[in-house]
Structure formats: C-alpha cells, structure tokens
Nanobody, 117 residues
Framework: QVQLVESGGGLVQPGGSLRLSCAAT????????AGWFRQAPGKQRELVAL???????NYAGSVKGRFTISRDNAKNTMYLHMNSLKPEDTAVYSC???????????WGQGIQVTVYS
C-alpha cells in the first residue's frame, strides 16, 4: 500500500522560510517522478515543483528561484525548501508521486502553509 505523509507546514511571516517533507512507503522516489502541488482557497490546484527519477527538476514560474525540490533516496523522503515566502504562497501543499510501473498517481493528505503579515 502506497502512503505519502507530509510534514513541516505551518504559519510564517512574509520573507520567511519553511521546509516541507514527504515520507513515502510503498513507492520509491528514486525511480518515479514526484513533486509538490498546492491549492489555495477558491483556486485550482497547481504544480509547484517536480523531480524526475533521474533528478531533473521543474518549477512553476511563481516559485522559481525561491523554492527548491530535493529528495533523500536513503530515507525515501522528498523535500520542498521554501524561501522568501509571500502571502500568495498560502495554500494546502500536497505531495505527489507517479508510479512509472503502473502510471498510477498517488497523493498525500495535504498540509497547510500560511504566510501572514
């Protein structure tokens, strides 16, 4: 059974930093594409960052230069390092992985990030 569990969200002031973590069981980030999505109230879910099995990364334009996606294969954990946070980054952030074997997408339960003045 695949399970993705996020942690590290919370409240932060503009300009601050947070690190989100996504611990996986039943699927390995090292051999599958994975990433982070977010959904703000009243808005559609959007891609924040992706990392492929061979380590290539891709970012939404709104976070490029501020956010960094990474993974620790030994811990089977993916991270999203968020710097220079803005109020518009406020959203529920969800961890995602796509099984290359079955083309099945898997999602975490989501975690709230709130950037407030």
């Amino acid at each position: 059974q695949v399970q993705l569990v996020e942690s590290g969200g919370g409240l932060v002031q503009p300009g601050g930093s947070l690190r989100l973590s996504c611990a996986a069981t039943g699927i390995f980030f090292s051999i599958n594409t994975a990433g982070w999505f977010r959904q703000a109230p009243g808005k559609q879910r959007e891609l924040v960052a992706l990392i492929t099995n061979n380590g290539l990364t891709n970012y939404a334009g709104s976070v490029k230069g501020r956010f960094t996606i990474s993974r620790d294969n030994a811990k089977n954990t993916m991270y999203l390092h968020m710097n220079s946070l803005k109020p518009e980054d406020t959203a529920v952030y969800s961890c995602y992985s796509l099984s290359s074997a079955s083309s099945t997408p898997y999602w975490g339960q989501g975690i709230q990030v709130t950037v407030y003045s």
